[in-house]
């Protein structure tokens, strides 16, 4: 059964830090893509972040491109996101996806965790 689980998010002020852990099990990363998608109040859900198994690139929206980094430890089935320069537009709902076909994108993700908060303080 594949598994997410999301941890690390909370209260921090604009400016500060945050890592996500997103904690994998059922499934190899190696084989499969891997997201990270937020959703703030009244929007829609945006990928953010994303490492393809298919070409082995890793993808930033432009948001948060030079802000946050993603990466993965295969050893332990986890990936993370490193967020800093935080702002107020970060505040959202952060959720780690994956797909079986190894590519990213919002429509092809098949399986999610329940979510991390992040509340980021003006």
């Known amino acids: 059964e594949v598994q997410l689980v999301e941890s690390g998010g909370g209260l921090v002020q604009a400016g500060g830090s945050l890592r996500l852990s997103c904690a994998a099990s059922?499934?190899?990363?190696?084989?499969?893509?891997i997201g990270w998608f937020r959703q703030a109040p009244g929007k829609e859900r945006d990928q953010i972040s994303c490492?393809?198994?298919?070409?082995?690139?890793?993808y930033y929206a432009d948001s948060v491109k030079g802000r946050f980094t993603m990466s993965e430890d295969n050893a332990k089935n986890t990936v993370y996101l490193q967020m800093n320069s935080l702002k107020p537009e970060d505040t959202a709902v952060y959720y780690c996806?994956?797909?079986?076909?190894?590519?990213?994108?919002?429509?092809?993700?098949?399986?999610w965790g329940k979510g991390t908060l992040v509340t980021v303080s003006s």
């Open positions: 996806a994956t797909s079986s076909s190894g590519l990213c994108g919002y429509g092809g993700m098949e399986s």
């Open positions: 490492i393809s198994s298919y070409d082995g690139n890793t």
């Open positions: 059922g499934f190899s990363l190696d084989d499969h893509a």
